[in-house]
């Protein structure tokens, strides 16, 4: 009787010891760095009449071509063997040095301006791959809160920090790539990540702009 009682509470402890492992396994860290490519098209219409003085509006169409980096620090959390959510910061610089602007429908200029823009992401992702696998398709999807912080334009010699668009934004984030098992704790993931922008500027009558990374992320789970 007593030797029963030892191994049922021997089989109990060893049963919460290897549940509490496997929670411990469920959580990962990682470092991730992407270069960064964003494309906006805006159409839109300004007026250039007065109260006695009407006119047309003016119409303009603005692309820009930006390019820059992404770096940053995720956690995530093992739903089960193939389900993950994420979350972390990422922050990201991007230069756009010229863009291409046409007004009524004349040809186009280029401007030679820079403008550096920078935003601190916060990213919730749902991740899925396929488990038991050393090396397996990695799909991601979520949304990411963006973060203004203060930008720069440079005309020349001259610098000035503005603020562009919203304090805060929330965009949809797409993503498929590959995650390679290095070993029982650490992965690494090469993974195209692409994000809609839907901060819709202020004038523009049609609107489509997104950022492409191609993230290479270092994972280690504990």
């Excluded at 029963?4 to 411990?24: D, E, F």
């Excluded at 720069?152 to 098992?181: C, H, M, S, W």
Aim: net charge positive.
């Amino acid at each position: 009787m007593k030797r029963n009682a030892i191994y049922a509470a021997c089989s109990i402890l060893s049963l919460l010891s290897g549940q509490t492992v496997m929670a411990q396994n469920r959580f990962s860290f990682s470092v991730s760095l992407a270069p960064v490519y964003a494309h906006a098209y805006n159409k839109g219409s300004f007026p250039t009449g007065t109260v006695t003085n009407p006119a047309p509006n003016a119409t303009y169409v603005i692309k820009s071509d930006s390019y820059g980096y992404t770096a940053g620090v995720m956690g995530s959390y093992s739903i089960n063997s193939a389900f993950s959510v994420s979350t972390g910061l990422w922050a990201t610089q991007i230069t756009n040095l010229r863009s291409e602007i046409a007004l009524n429908n004349e040809n186009s200029i280029l401007t030679r301006q820079k403008k550096y823009q920078f935003t601190y992401k916060v990213p919730l992702l749902l991740n899925y791959q396929l488990p038991g696998k050393r090396i397996s398709p990695y799909l991601s999807a979520g949304v990411s809160a963006d973060f203004r912080s203060r930008s720069y334009i440079i005309v020349g010699d001259y610098e000035t920090g503005v603020k562009i668009g919203k304090p805060i934004q929330f965009n949809p984030l797409v993503g498929a790539g590959v995650r390679f098992k290095l070993n029982e704790s650490s992965a690494f993931t090469l993974q195209p990540i692409m994000q809609l922008n839907l901060n819709k500027p202020t004038n523009a009558t049609a609107w489509f702009g997104y950022q492409m990374r191609v993230l290479a992320q270092y994972s280690y789970r504990f």
